[in-house]
């Protein structure tokens, strides 16, 4: 190989990594302005717009930074440490239960025989192109028939039983569970349930942990669901209670980052922990699927 | 031996079953009679027949959202699409130090959730002291300090700058950027799983043949993840279809100025729990409907003429 190719080779590889490096900072500088400002002064949300310069550890003005946002957040009526706890309870139960059923769901329809399994898998296929706007009026009006609205359980029960989470375990089990090895197991003696808990659910990890951080994301993020079912203002969750103190203090930028991060944070950190099963299971859905 | 009926894949998929046709296929059925309803409060209904529908159809504000959910949903494909494939070309270059990182850092505004990042953006696209438009005078400052760049006058001012009413006169475009701030490295990680699943090799005989890059690009590397591509452009779609919270929670009264940024499932919102018409939010919802079915069944149809090819 010339030596021409090669200078073009690592010119190549700058320049790569080089628009890696621009795209990072479109990605992160507004991560950094959401983590900043949450500690900004109404005055200093003016004044600068990332860090104070000053005299402290590497040119910053520490000192002008507060705690008083996040302080005024949990002690004022906005209440966010109850909204923190609601939402808290809320994804993890949805996440916890709807990972259960769905795996339960998948693994049936893929692993074993039964009357009714072919009806049973086009249900969950012709599921999964109901569109949800289309499902949001009547729902409201059947919570209401059922007395579910207000309530933690219709909230939750309607948000547990997804139909494309089936179709996920059905594929994974297909995937990664082989067949061999549940015959082995009922020849056993083995149950069916104990199959599943001790030998199938173990070998699903990857695609258990996606669709933890999935149910938890999509509870977490849910503002139509709330929106709708929940009246007491005590019961609701982050995401309806960060934007009613968007709607109520509107210019009062430095609190709005303040709740933005204290609603963020959790979530970043159950990601991290779980962030492996999450690509690979992400990935291997979409190939396969 | 096989008599016995074996109750547990029935009790397996029983709790599945139970909520879906508790919670899922009722209200489903019951989106038919309530599109053909007038509600009175939540309870009270008159048959009306397809009058609301009809009124959809000619109601001007009906038609405003369809327009704006076109338009967010064209520029979300054909902007975010594009980026996202080529952030996945890049990081899919052999010798990228870090992939894993820049993977997992621009997956990341997408954990943020859409009614957070809704907020955020609201702050960062405010007119005067908003992060977009005072890092844009301050970079048209950098360049006017440049000797070439100094005489020219086409430079906006700086007060010209600090006064994009993105929020206000540019909702769409504004909905359109953040939307592809949070999801260019959602759908790169969808390409990039594709992209590692092209046999190098073929690139490479590609290559040896002679091929440049733009060539390789459409004639080996688009064929091979083409399924993936149709799969992510789809989800894409629906997801822009449905685009609600962006645009409720950044927009003024969750339309923005002049309904510049009035969505279908924000019409569909507002109608049903602003206005207490149960009736029309569900018509409007069947029309949604029909848009991502004619969605979904194109998708199908490109996918089989891919397999006959």
């Known amino acids: 190989m010339s030596a021409g190719s090669r200078k073009s080779k690592s010119a190549t590889f700058l320049l790569v990594h080089a628009m890696l490096l621009v795209v990072s900072v479109v990605v992160v500088v507004p991560l950094l302005y959401l983590v900043v400002s949450a500690f900004k002064t109404e005055q200093g949300f003016l004044e600068y717009l990332f860090l104070p310069k000053g005299e402290g550890f590497l040119g910053v003005a520490w000192d002008e930074l507060t705690l008083r946002q996040l302080q005024r957040l949990f002690t004022s009526e906005i209440g966010i440490g109850r909204a923190l706890a609601n939402s808290i309870f809320l994804s993890a139960t949805t996440a916890v239960l709807g990972t259960l059923i769905c795996a339960a769901a998948g693994y049936a329809a893929a692993a074993l025989r039964f009357r009714g399994r072919k009806s049973f898998e086009w249900l969950v296929l012709a599921a999964l192109i109901i569109p949800p706007p289309l499902l949001i009026a009547p729902s409201y009006q059947w919570l209401h028939t059922l007395g579910l609205l207000d309530s933690y359980t219709g909230l939750i029960l309607p948000a547990i039983a997804p139909a494309f989470g089936v179709y996920l375990f059905r594929q994974a089990t297909l995937q990664s569970v082989p067949r061999s090895i549940i015959e082995a197991a009922r020849i056993d003696g083995a149950g069916d349930f104990q199959i599943f808990a001790v030998i199938a659910l173990p070998m699903l990890r990857p695609m258990v942990g996606a669709f933890i951080i999935i149910t938890f994301l999509a509870m977490w993020n849910n503002f139509i669901g709330p929106q709708i079912v929940l009246q007491s203002a005590e019961k609701q969750p982050l995401s309806v209670v960060i934007y009613q103190t968007q709607t109520a203090y509107y210019s009062d930028y430095g609190l709005l980052m303040a709740g933005t991060l204290v609603s963020v944070l959790p979530v970043m950190i159950l990601f991290l922990v779980l962030q492996r099963d999450f690509i690979s299971g992400l990935a291997s859905g979409a190939v396969k699927g | ?309």
């Open chain 2, 1 to 309: 031996m096989r008599s016995r009926v074996n109750f547990a894949p029935y009790l397996l998929i029983a709790p599945f079953l139970v909520l879906f046709v508790v919670f899922t296929l009722v209200p489903l059925i019951q989106a038919i009679p309530l599109a053909t309803s007038h509600t009175f409060g939540p309870s009270a209904t008159q048959y009306v027949g397809f009058e609301k529908f009809s009124q959809a159809l000619h109601d001007p504000r009906f038609w405003t959202a369809m327009r704006n959910t076109l338009l967010f949903t064209a520029g979300s494909v054909l902007i975010q699409l594009p980026i996202a494939l080529g952030l996945a070309l890049l990081l899919n270059k052999p010798g990228i130090k870090g992939r894993g990182f820049f993977r997992l850092l621009f997956f990341s505004p997408q954990l943020v959730g859409l009614v957070f990042v809704a907020v955020l953006a609201s702050v960062m696209f405010q007119k005067q002291k908003g992060l977009v438009n005072t890092l844009l005078a301050s970079g048209a400052d950098w360049l006017r300090g440049l000797p070439v760049i100094h005489a020219n006058s086409w430079l906006p001012s700086r007060s010209e700058l600090l006064g994009i009413p993105w929020l206000e006169t540019l909702a769409l475009p504004t909905l359109i950027i953040t939307a592809l701030w949070m999801y260019a490295g959602f759908n790169m990680v969808y390409f990039l799983a594709a992209l590692q699943n092209v046999p190098r090799e073929l690139e490479e005989a590609a290559m040896i043949d002679g091929a440049g890059p733009w060539k390789r690009f459409v004639h080996v590397i688009l064929p091979a993840i083409r399924p993936v591509a149709i799969f992510v452009v789809l989800l894409s779609v629906i997801g822009s279809i449905q685009v609600f919270e962006l645009a409720y929670i950044m927009l003024r009264d969750g339309v923005g100025v002049q309904d510049k940024g009035l969505t279908l499932v924000t019409y569909l919102f507002k109608s049903g729990f602003e206005t207490g018409d149960l009736g029309y939010a569900t018509a409007i919802g069947w029309m949604i409907a029909i848009m991502l079915a004619s969605a979904a069944i194109t998708q199908r149809f490109l996918q089989r003429r891919e397999m006959t090819a």
